[in-house]
């Protein structure tokens, strides 16, 4: 079962990240298509516009790519590393437009302006569509392709140019005329300024990568929570199959902190039989919807008498049950418990219009779990759970609503007054049993 909420949690993780992912991509694909648009639209709005060739087919393609990944994202042919890939061609192809397409067709137009126009920004949606991937990995690679390639871009320029002009050029007490020839000098590279923009990207890389995992974190703390809410919902819903619906949420709590109870076992434990005196023929002379109902409401209410004196109702015997004190739950006195619960037992009967007949008595009691995959029931034997029995047929004979055997008798007899009633035949049981009757 435990493996079974392992993989839901993973199954669950998955998801979320593929979502998120076709999401990021989505955002990507419509970005790369609207640029696209536009560059065709610009050809037709604007005639000083002309459209290259080259630059429609590299839209077209990444558009395509995006496109393709998000039909293949959580199919067969899906792989880990491919957006990495994806976003490391993304970040690279933008840092290549700045770097080789030209800016202007003019020979002595340096290509270094175009790194003047804070073309960075271009770069930080790709870092903001990686967040949604709920993969803080992919974030940190994508920042780090970002401050990598855009340097290698600027680099690449610089290296281009036959001369250039620094912040190294700038005298000391600089003029305005000074700041003119050299800041605004198309020859002007700027490498603080690159420094400022890389600087600013590791930042809010850092700083998104930590959003994600955190992300990712309360996402775990909520898919644990709910597993341990499924994990108890299906112990309590085993332990209602096992024990019956009647069994009191303190009960069923201790029974799912620890099911060592439930395993096979020998318990010192008292057995309760209860049954409903003439229900036979209340049955007989009511509809069958009346009996269920009258039934019902009286079974319930007994039961939880039995619930509230410590003892666990195992099973329904027609009009009546089978309660066990000790056993699969410990109780202090389970004797004494046993008859007080029976004395409550004869009340609430009475309150339903009806009297009952009790049968209590102690001894060994084997418990366990018997039934295959689909049905399993906790099951009690032992010569305490027949002699109780039979001591509850006794009453009728004896006409008392309690019975009780002699073990229990002398334990309880020290709280509760009890009759001697004497030796008597039971069925099935070699000698007579010494009786005793609670008022």
Same mark, same amino acid.
């Given at each position: 079962?435990?493996?079974?909420?392992?993989?839901?949690?993973?199954?669950?993780?998955?998801?979320?990240?593929?979502?998120?992912?076709?999401?990021?991509?989505?955002?990507?694909?419509?970005?790369?298509?609207?640029?696209?648009?536009?560059?065709?639209?610009?050809?037709?709005?604007?005639?000083?516009?002309?459209?290259?060739?080259?630059?429609?087919?590299?839209?077209?393609?990444?558009?395509?790519?995006?496109?393709?990944?998000?039909?293949?994202?959580?199919?067969?042919?899906?792989?880990?590393?491919?957006?990495?890939?994806?976003? #490391?061609?993304?970040?690279? *192809?933008?840092? &290549?437009?700045? =770097?080789? !397409?030209?800016?202007? /067709? $003019?020979?002595?137009?340096? %290509?270094?302006?175009?790194?003047?126009?804070?073309?960075?920004?271009?770069?930080?949606?790709?870092?903001?569509?990686?967040?949604?991937?709920?993969?803080?990995?992919?974030?940190?690679?994508?920042?780090?392709?970002?401050?990598?390639?855009?340097?290698?871009?600027?680099?690449?320029?610089?290296?281009?140019?036959?001369?250039?002009?620094?912040?190294?050029?700038?005298?000391?007490?600089?003029?305005?005329?000074?700041?003119?020839?050299?800041?605004?000098?198309?020859?002007?590279?700027?490498?603080?300024?690159?420094?400022?923009?890389? #600087?600013?990207?590791?930042? *809010?890389?850092? &700083?998104?990568? =930590?959003? !994600?995992?955190?992300? /990712? $974190?309360?996402?775990?703390? %909520?898919?644990?929570?709910?597993?341990?809410?499924?994990?108890?919902?299906?112990?309590?819903?085993?332990?209602?199959?096992?024990?019956?619906?009647?069994?009191?949420?303190?009960?069923?709590?201790?029974?799912?902190?620890?099911?060592?109870?439930?395993?096979?076992?020998?318990?010192?434990?008292?057995?309760?039989?209860?049954?409903?005196?003439?229900?036979?023929?209340?049955?007989?002379?009511?509809?069958?919807?009346?009996?269920?109902?009258?039934?019902?409401?009286?079974?319930?209410?007994?039961?939880?008498?039995?619930?509230?004196? #410590?003892?666990?109702?195992?099973?329904?015997?027609?009009?009546?049950?089978?309660?066990?004190?000790?056993?699969?739950?410990?109780?202090?006195?389970?004797?004494?418990?046993?008859?007080?619960?029976?004395?409550?037992?004869?009340?609430?009967?009475?309150?339903?219009?009806?009297?009952?007949?009790?049968?209590?008595?102690?001894?060994?009691?084997?418990?366990?779990?018997?039934?295959?995959?689909?049905?399993?029931?906790?099951?009690?034997?032992?010569?305490?759970?027949?002699?109780?029995?039979?001591?509850?047929?006794?009453?009728?004979?004896?006409?008392?609503?309690?019975?009780?055997?002699?073990?229990?008798?002398?334990?309880?007899?020290?709280?509760?007054?009890?009759?001697?009633?004497?030796?008597?035949?039971?069925?099935?049981?070699?000698?007579?049993?010494?009786?005793?009757?609670?008022?």
């Amino acid at each position: 079962m435990e493996d079974t909420f392992e993989r839901e949690s993973a199954a669950r993780l998955i998801r979320a990240e593929q979502t998120g992912l076709r999401m990021a991509l989505a955002c990507r694909s419509a970005a790369t298509g609207a640029a696209f648009i536009w560059y065709v639209l610009a050809a037709v709005l604007f005639p000083e516009v002309t459209p290259r060739l080259a630059t429609i087919v590299v839209l077209l393609a990444f558009t395509a790519v995006g496109v393709a990944h998000v039909a293949i994202i959580g199919t067969t042919y899906d792989r880990p590393w491919i957006k990495f890939a994806i976003y #490391g061609l993304d970040v690279c *192809a933008i840092c &290549a437009v700045f =770097a080789l !397409v030209p800016i202007s /067709r $003019a020979d002595d137009v340096p %290509q270094i302006i175009a790194f003047r126009a804070y073309g960075i920004y271009f770069l930080f949606p790709l870092l903001a569509m990686a967040c949604l991937s709920l993969s803080w990995r992919l974030v940190l690679w994508t920042g780090g392709t970002i401050i990598a390639a855009w340097w290698v871009a600027f680099i690449w320029v610089q290296n281009q140019m036959g001369s250039y002009l620094s912040w190294a050029d700038m005298p000391t007490n600089a003029t305005r005329a000074d700041y003119e020839s050299v800041f605004l000098s198309i020859d002007f590279i700027g490498r603080g300024n690159r420094i400022e923009e890389t #600087g600013m990207v590791f930042f *809010a890389t850092l &700083a998104l990568a =930590a959003a !994600v995992y955190r992300a /990712r $974190a309360v996402f775990f703390a %909520q898919v644990a929570a709910d597993i341990d809410r499924q994990k108890e919902q299906s112990l309590r819903e085993r332990v209602s199959d096992l024990l019956g619906r009647h069994v009191p949420e303190a009960i069923a709590t201790r029974l799912i902190e620890d099911d060592a109870p439930l395993r096979p076992q020998r318990t010192r434990g008292t057995a309760l039989v209860m049954d409903v005196a003439g229900f036979t023929a209340f049955s007989a002379q009511h509809p069958p919807e009346h009996v269920i109902e009258t039934l019902d409401a009286l079974l319930s209410d007994t039961a939880k008498v039995v619930s509230e004196k #410590g003892g666990v109702v195992l099973s329904y015997l027609g009009d009546g049950f089978l309660a066990t004190f000790n056993t699969p739950v410990s109780v202090t006195d389970h004797e004494t418990a046993a008859l007080a619960a029976a004395k409550d037992l004869v009340i609430v009967a009475k309150t339903h219009g009806f009297d009952v007949r009790i049968g209590i008595a102690s001894g060994d009691l084997v418990t366990g779990i018997i039934g295959n995959e689909t049905r399993q029931s906790f099951t009690v034997y032992g010569d305490a759970v027949n002699l109780a029995s039979r001591l509850e047929g006794l009453g009728k004979d004896l006409k008392s609503s309690i019975l009780l055997d002699k073990a229990t008798g002398v334990v309880a007899g020290d709280v509760v007054e009890l009759t001697r009633l004497g030796a008597h035949p039971i069925r099935g049981v070699d000698g007579q049993i010494e009786v005793f009757a609670a008022s």
